[in-house]
T-cell receptor, first 111, second 114 residues
Framework: GENVEQHPSTLSVQEGDSAVIKCTYS??????FPWYKQELGKGPQLIID?????GEKKDQRIAVTLNKTAKHFSLHITETQPEDSAVYFC??????????FGAGTRLTVKP | DTAVSQTPKYLVTQMGNDKSIKCEQN?????MYWYKQDSKKFLKIMFS???????INETVPNRFSPKSPDKAHLNLHINSLELGDSAVYFC?????????????FGPGTRLTVT
């Protein structure tokens, strides 16, 4: 089955700096890769996603890149703000019926 | 207006008991899900229902039984609770059954089994 690894498990940055979180997946048949943000005491919320036919997608301060050959994808947050502090999860989906999450990255943005 | 709501928010119970968690969505979505998030924050899909029909059933003990009385509700009943069932359970919904459809999560139910 699919296996998704996410690094780092914790990340601390200064406000205004960039943050990068990386995920690797094992099954080349995976074709959809969402990223979720989970704030304390809340459920995960989709922030950006990418499909396997696209290499990069950007939405304001966040971007996701996908390298299908290497089977890894990354979340990039620029100009970080304290409200970006949360746990971020990547996921890989195959065949619309198999969804695996990474273990999560706790991002702390220091003011 | 809460899109996906769950009750209760917290549930503390003893081993061996039977308990239910309820979920409701007012988004008009066809598909609903249950996820389990353990103490290490690891998130795993358990079930999904599309129009009251079970479509995803991951390897979950049969002590867990989802029930969907209508497409706006998906309840989770757990029999003979065990210590390892302690976790946060999230309900979610999406427009359709494709996992690529954006999922909206509820606030979670923190279950503690003592």
């Amino acid at each position: 089955g699919e296996n998704v690894e996410q690094h780092p498990s914790t990340l601390s940055v200064q406000e205004g700096d960039s943050a990068v979180i990386k995920c690797t997946y094992s099954d080349s048949a995976s074709n959809y890769f969402p990223w979720y943000k989970q704030e304390l005491g809340k459920g995960p919320q989709l922030i950006i996603d990418i499909r396997s036919n696209v290499g990069e997608k950007k939405d304001q301060r966040i971007a996701v890149t996908l390298n299908k050959t290497a089977k890894h994808f990354s979340l990039h947050i620029t100009e970080t703000q304290p409200e970006d502090s949360a746990v971020y999860f990547c996921a890989a989906i195959k065949n619309n019926n198999d969804m695996r999450f990474g273990a999560g990255t706790r991002l702390t943005v220091k003011p | 207006d809460t899109a996906v709501s769950q009750t209760p928010k917290y549930l503390v119970t003893q081993m061996g008991n039977d308990k239910s968690i309820k979920c409701e969505q007012n988004l008009g979505h066809d598909t609903m899900y249950w996820y389990k998030q353990d103490s290490k924050k690891f998130l795993k899909i358990m079930f999904s229902y599309n129009n009251k029909e079970l479509i995803i059933n991951e390897t979950v003990p049969n002590r867990f039984s989802p029930k969907s009385p209508d497409k706006a509700h998906l309840n989770l009943h757990i029999n003979s609770l065990e210590l390892g069932d302690s976790a946060v359970y999230f309900c979610a919904s999406s427009q359709d059954a494709r996992l690529q459809s954006e999922q909206y999560f509820g606030p979670g139910t923190r279950l503690t089994v003592t």
